[in-house]
């Protein structure tokens, strides 16, 4: 049975154009769409917070506590250049080289310049990197424990005259370390007792330098 063929000729249907795929060459990365979003890339619109990853602020330069302690020292070498002049002399002129009075004038001297200068320093040419740790230092210190001994350093010494050393150093041993954080109360209440006791006896049997001796007797 023979085969006719189909007079009719069917032109061969096109397909569908589409867009043409850029082929990425070896070694280099194929660019995405404009419009297409990246990974990890904030959405249109969205407000950006800060990831634990992100630096942190530095803080800001902080000057009172420098100009403080600058003044400090600076009192502090006023007043021992001016107890200078108290000192008894001796038989030789207490200005000389070995007199009483230079070696004491000298330090006090020195800590008044060095004083003037630290004051200069922060004040008319202020250093950015010690005024930023100046800041963290404030920002970090606990306040309390600094300030809680120096009240007992000043009760310390205005009782150390009536209780006498060895009370007065044995009350403000076990205050002190209770402040740092020690919780062994007795156990720092004996090791100030013997503390205390030991140096009265080295300075006052050994050294011959007076203390007071206060409410004990001794």
Do not use: C, K, N
């Amino acid at each position: 049975m023979a085969v006719t063929r189909d007079p009719i000729e069917r032109a061969p249907v096109a397909a569908p154009a589409t867009p043409p795929v850029d082929t990425p060459q070896a070694g280099v990365p194929a660019t995405p769409p404009a419009d297409t979003p990246q990974v990890g890339a904030p959405l249109p619109g969205a407000a950006h917070h800060p990831s634990p990853a992100d630096p942190p602020t530095p803080p800001a330069a902080a000057w009172a506590g420098p100009r403080a302690t600058a003044l400090a020292l600076l009192a502090i070498g006023v007043i021992a250049l001016i107890a200078t002049f108290a000192i008894p002399a001796g038989a030789e002129d207490p200005w000389a080289p070995s007199g009483t009075r230079f070696v004491p004038m000298a330090v006090s001297i020195g800590l008044v310049l060095l004083s003037l200068a630290f004051l200069a320093r922060v004040t008319f040419w202020p250093d950015a990197d010690l005024g930023a740790h100046a800041a963290r230092e404030a920002a970090e210190t606990e306040w309390v424990v600094p300030g809680l001994l120096a009240a007992g350093l000043i009760a310390y010494v205005v009782l150390i005259e009536p209780l006498g050393y060895v009370l007065a150093s044995a009350l403000f041993f076990p205050f002190g370390a209770r402040v740092l954080g020690r919780r062994a109360l007795v156990r720092d209440a004996l090791a100030g007792s013997a503390l205390a006791v030991a140096v009265y006896l080295l300075f006052t049997r050994m050294l011959g330098v007076p203390l007071s001796p206060g409410l004990l007797g001794f």
